[in-house]
């Protein structure tokens, strides 16, 4: 049996399909005007956070310095791409069918936040400066 569309169900869906484009066009503004926000960790902890750099991985990204980019915040590549599955996902879900671009495995996503915790940790030891940012 076909799965019948209601509007009002999916209207939020419709609404954020057509910000998302806005917000990364105002993003992608700001990336380019050299706007660059402290991180509160930092200032107030002296500490690394996981996001620490993904301005600048982000800025190196739309310039096309991919290496850069990883070298300052590798998470900054894996949200940019995750992010995009995820808006063309849902753009799919709601114009046409449903279809699975992200994994749907529980364990990916452990993993994933595994990933980012251990990468907060070695970041802030001196052993593994390289983590740092510049």
């Given at each position: 049996m076909?799965?019948k ?7 939020w ?9 806005l ?7 700001v990336l380019?005007s050299g706007?660059?926000m402290?991180?509160?960790f ?5 500490i690394?956070?996981?996001?620490c750099?993904?301005t600048?991985a ?5 310039s ?14 894996l949200a ?5 599955l995820?808006?063309?996902?849902q753009?799919f879900?709601?114009f046409l069918?449903?279809?699975h671009l ?13 990933c ?5 940790v070695?970041?802030?030891i001196p052993?593994?400066?390289?983590l740092?940012i510049?």
């Amino acid at each position: 049996m076909k799965k019948k569309f209601l509007f009002k169900e999916n209207i939020w869906r419709l609404v954020l399909l057509c910000l998302a484009p806005l917000v990364i066009v105002a993003g992608v503004v700001v990336l380019k005007s050299g706007f660059a926000m402290k991180c509160p960790f930092y200032v107030h902890l002296g500490i690394l956070c996981p996001g620490c750099g993904m301005t600048r991985a982000l800025r190196a990204l739309l310039s096309g310095q991919f290496w850069e980019s990883i070298l300052l915040n590798p998470f900054a590549l894996l949200a940019t791409v995750l992010g995009i599955l995820l808006y063309v996902e849902q753009w799919f879900r709601f114009f046409l069918k449903e279809v699975h671009l992200l994994p749907r495995n529980k364990w990916f996503y452990i993993i994933l936040c595994s990933c980012l915790l251990l990468y907060w940790v070695l970041r802030n030891i001196p052993l593994f400066s390289f983590l740092s940012i510049a």
